[in-house]
């Protein structure tokens, strides 16, 4: 039997924990403070940034000097009312 292809994810799937990191970036702007705030590693948070971005096929963040800024997508997935 062959392995079922991973279907997309759809943001309404997007749990709380990965909706938090998200909001935590906007607020803190680097990885180093977010692991700070949730009690992970910054590696831990690359690590989970890159698998959600990967899961929904949208790039989450850009870089802003030495900080993060939360791309479009990103933002539309923390607060779906921001659409317009």
Known sequence: M???PARPRHPSELD?????LLTELEQC???SAVAAALH???SAISQQLAALSKDL???LTEPAGRRLRLTAEAR???DPSSSG
């Open 2 to 4: 062959e392995p079922v």
């Open 16 to 20: 709380l924990r990965k909706l938090r």
């Open 57 to 59: 096929g949208v790039r």
């Open 76 to 78: 539309l997935l923390r």
């Open 29 to 31: 702007g680097t990885v």
């Open 40 to 42: 992970l590693t910054p």
